[in-house]
């Protein structure tokens, strides 16, 4: 099965992605991944490292405010639309997955005019608009939270919880000291200034090198496009801007982390079970985030826009020094992120391209059998025979074995007008895809017909008007 992976710009729909493939490989699940990401964004060598093969596509986001970029916005959205239509034409993927993403928008619109499904993961409280869109042509939505269930349309909605690495959990403390020449005698703060760095996390952190270094050590990710900006010159702040090789060992070294309200790094703070000081992006879907973690006493949150460097490092000290905090906090967070999302949402995804495996095939070089696809009996009995076919028997697919066997039916040039059908009364086996016998398929086929039923020696014409 291919499957089509989605999402970038950011790494907050890239993380949990990475977690379905590698329960899907760790299963041995025989499927062929394929990525399709932004061209700018921080996720290509990430996906590149975890051995997926990544494609860049146009990406087009939609503003939610004036700017001239309106102007030529339905333009990059045509190129955006037509760069996607080449690859699903290239790659036939048999279901798309994404956890949003404007990249993802246009893949998932046309997947569903091209018949390829389409599964869409809201890990936020708040759906973003890129997610919004998606749900309606998307054939499911998992969510992570039951509060955020209502948001979508129930028919095709279920509560999963949120996917993870599990690979984050395997980190060495005696590897990660040395890997970021830190001493295992201190305690070691974790800074996360996310993908694409968040300025104010930097800035702060960094401002408070001084202090936070007097008894601790500090290991600073600031985020690719950020690393510049933070310039401190200490033997115990190490400073990275992006880890794609190694993240499980950060997280092993942490005591505490200090990160955004992004819903991937919570759940991966959960697996590996570390306190987390969180620091909602303002006027986001993060604030929202933040709430469900402050309800839950599972995280510190602290608002951006009423804290200073000193308020923080008062928190921050709190924190380090309280060792039954910490343990609190990542029992709640435990309990707020269930383990069993990957496992959830990896099976449904499987599920979901299977099912259509099995109810039709696009390949048109494939042979069709009764019930196999789309279209009336008559249009997959012509097809295979041609219209002069008469009465001949047709093979079970699945089986080979002959229908007569089975049970028969014959035909003539008054098809549309009767038909008369042979089913031995002892054998009521299905024929083809959709498993139904052969009488219902017949009955679906003509409904509003007369057929006459044979079973045994008796005769049993009747008009089909209700299945």
């Avoid at 054939?139 to 349309?153: A, E, G, M």
């Avoid at 984050?168 to 005698?185: M, T």
């Avoid at 006493?297 to 608002?303: G, K, L, R």
């Amino acid at each position: 099965m291919k499957i089509l992976l989605s999402g970038g710009g950011t790494l907050g729909p890239v993380t949990p992605l990475l977690g379905l493939a590698e329960y899907w490989r760790g299963r041995n699940d025989n499927v062929d991944l394929v990525w399709a990401g932004t061209t700018k964004g921080p996720e290509g060598p990430l996906i590149v490292a975890n051995d997926i093969r990544f494609i860049s596509i146009a990406s087009v986001k939609i503003p939610r405010y004036a700017t001239p970029y309106w102007i030529v916005m339905p333009f990059l959205g045509l190129y955006a639309f037509i760069e996607s239509w080449n690859l699903l034409r290239v790659e036939r993927p048999d279901v798309i997955v994404t956890a949003g993403g404007y990249v993802s928008v246009p893949l998932v619109v046309l997947g569903r005019v091209m018949g390829i499904p389409s599964w869409v993961h809201q890990q936020d409280v708040l759906p973003g608009l890129a997610n919004k869109i998606m749900s309606k042509f998307a054939r499911r939505v998992s969510v992570t939270f039951d509060s955020s269930k209502d948001l979508f349309p129930s028919s095709k909605t279920e509560v999963t919880g949120n996917a993870v690495r599990a690979c984050v959990a395997a980190g060495d403390r005696d590897s990660g000291f040395r890997k970021f020449n830190l001493s295992p005698d201190r305690k070691t703060i974790l800074v996360l200034g996310g993908g694409g760095g968040s300025s104010w996390i930097n800035e702060s952190v960094s401002a408070l090198a001084g202090n936070l270094t007097e008894n601790w050590q500090v290991l600073h990710i600031t985020g690719s496009d950020k690393y510049e900006s933070v310039e401190v010159e200490n033997p115990h702040y190490t400073v990275e801007p992006v880890i794609h090789d190694g993240m499980d060992d950060a997280y092993a070294i942490a005591d505490v982390v200090i990160c955004r309200a992004g819903l991937g790094t919570m759940t991966e703070l959960a697996l590996v079970g570390k306190p987390a000081i969180v620091i909602p992006m303002p006027d986001s879907h993060q604030e929202m985030n933040a709430f469900q973690l402050f309800e839950h006493q599972a995280a510190i949150v602290v608002d951006q826009t009423e804290t200073t460097p000193q308020i923080l490092f008062n928190t921050i000290k709190h924190i380090m020094d309280d060792e039954n905090s910490q343990m609190r906090l990542v029992a709640n967070l435990k309990l707020t992120f269930p383990k069993d999302g990957t496992k959830k949402i990896a099976d449904g995804v499987l599920s979901l391209g299977n099912a259509l495996a099995n109810s039709w095939k696009r390949d048109s070089k494939k042979k069709k059998v009764v019930g196999e696809g789309r279209g009336s009996l008559k249009d997959h009995v012509d097809q295979m025979f041609g219209e002069d076919h008469g009465a001949e028997e047709l093979e079970d697919a699945d089986t080979g074995v002959a229908a007569g066997e089975h049970g028969s039916y014959s035909t003539d040039k008054t098809y549309e007008q009767e038909v008369s059908l042979e089913v031995p009364v002892e054998d009521d086996e299905p024929v083809g895809a959709v498993g139904m016998s052969i009488k219902e398929q017949v009955a679906r086929a003509l409904k509003g017909k007369t057929i006459t039923i044979e079973e045994g020696d008796e005769e049993s014409p009747f008009e089909v008007k209700d299945l």
